[in-house]
């Protein structure tokens, strides 16, 4: 069996964590997105088929022809037209039965695996508290497919589509019929509907692991608090001088070194060439990412580094995520907390959204720099490349959208 894997998206809600590389490249835990995804269906497909658009060169780059002994294939979607058209690209290459997972969603091995062991063409569905917010499934009475209704008033069932399909070849034909939806795209839930009349069986897979979309920043720290829960025992590769201090879950990757007087409150990774201290306090769920630097009296909580930021000397980075050689002057600090206790709100594509959390920290894209002394407000996005100088107080998004 293949596993197509959509990665063509544009990333928009993302930005600007996507200026630079698509969505399935954001470094969650120890791996990307996308290798979350293959490893989570590696066990029931043969090979994989990654359709790529948006900077797919990086994507082709990162994971090569082969991932853990599965062959890679790639096709291209020259323009993101809708995941109907994403998988239909796949038709030079499938021809057999195959599953459909986004390359941007964190999902355990049962998920394929449930798909897989349905047979025929089938759908995945998972329990929901709130339905209406969802593409909902109603089923027959032999529990089978029987429609698809988007984010309905009154749901049928608590049954949301999860958006991962196994498909027959024959689907390729109904995908090259199926009709552009009222937002313009082609999408698969259309498909399924020429399927359902047509008399189709399609099967319904439940499925009630973990599933999580990760469009929107703030779910990027919500998807490394759940891979890092997984973390279990202390794995410690690198250097960990005399005078650390390392409590719960914590992996210190090879080539990595803690330095005297760190403390350490996992889950925490610390990658590969990074270097954490002389006297810093880090505490889960934080990755700091590989070749990052975190300096003296400095505190980082409930965050991501990437590859390359440091984070020098004396200040706070509390539930944020610091993009690719991202440098924070000394003094820097970030607030993660309104006084009125309400949940922090950020924008996405112009809304000022609900992220649901009390606590959130800042979004700053590749190579920020920051001057020192710098004070960065709670829920604030600042674009690749910006510069910030002494004692600036940033209260609003610095990006162009
Ligand atoms: P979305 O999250 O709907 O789209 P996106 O990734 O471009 O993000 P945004 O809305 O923030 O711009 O896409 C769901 C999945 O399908 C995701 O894995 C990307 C993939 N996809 C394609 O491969 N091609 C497409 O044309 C579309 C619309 C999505």
């Known amino acids: 069996m293949y596993g197509v894997v959509l990665a063509a998206g544009r990333g928009t809600r993302m930005r600007p964590l996507t200026d630079q590389r698509p969505k399935p490249l954001l470094p969650v835990g120890d791996r990307t997105l996308l290798e979350h995804v293959l490893d989570a269906a590696r066990d029931v497909v043969d090979a994989f088929v990654v359709v790529t658009g948006y900077r797919g060169e990086q994507i082709r780059e990162a994971i090569g022809e082969s991932y853990r002994d599965h062959p890679v294939d790639y096709v291209e979607q020259t323009e ?3 995941t109907a058209h ?16 986004n390359g941007d969603v964190l999902v355990d091995p049962s998920l394929p695996r449930a798909l897989a062991d349905a047979g ?4 995945a569905a998972t329990e929901v508290a709130d339905p209406s917010s969802y593409g909902v499934i109603s089923t027959t009475s032999d529990g089978t497919l029987a429609r698809i209704v988007e984010k309905p008033a009154d749901p049928p069932t608590s049954l949301a589509n999860v958006g991962c399909y196994a498909f027959e070849p024959d689907i390729f034909e109904y995908l090259d019929r199926t009709p552009e939806s009222e937002r313009g795209e082609y999408e698969v839930t259309t498909t399924l509907e020429l399927l359902v009349d047509d008399d189709r069986i399609i099967s319904v897979a439940q499925y009630d692991g973990t599933w999580l979309d990760v469009g929107r920043p703030w779910e990027l720290l919500t998807a490394t608090e759940t891979a890092l829960d997984d973390l279990d025992g202390q794995r410690l590769a690198g250097t960990v001088e005399d005078g650390v201090h390392l409590h719960g879950p914590v992996v210190v990757e090879d080539g990595a070194t803690l330095r005297s007087g760190v403390s ?3 889950p925490v990774v610390i990658r590969a060439g990074a270097e954490v201290g002389p006297n810093a306090y880090i505490r889960g769920a934080t990755v700091v990412g590989p070749d990052a630097h975190v300096g003296h009296a400095v505190e980082v909580k409930n965050a991501v580094l990437m590859a390359g930021a440091s984070v020098g000397h004396q200040s706070y980075v509390g539930d944020s995520v610091l993009g690719r050689h991202v440098n924070f002057g000394a003094g820097t600090n970030v607030a993660n907390l309104r006084h009125d206790g309400e949940n922090i709100r950020l924008t996405v594509k112009g809304d000022h959204v609900d992220t649901g959390r009390r606590k959130l920290g800042v979004i700053v894209g590749d190579e920020v720099k920051t001057g020192i002394n710098t004070s960065l407000n709670a829920g604030v ?4 490349g910006e510069r910030t100088g002494p004692g600036e107080v940033v209260t609003r998004d610095r990006v162009s959208e």
């Open 80 to 82: 993101p037209r809708g």
């Open 381 to 384: 996005r600042i674009g690749v």
């Open 264 to 266: 350490v409150e996992g």
């Open 86 to 101: 994403a998988i239909a690209q796949a038709e030079p290459v499938v021809d057999e039965r195959f599953v459909v997972l």
């Open 120 to 123: 025929g063409t089938a759908v």
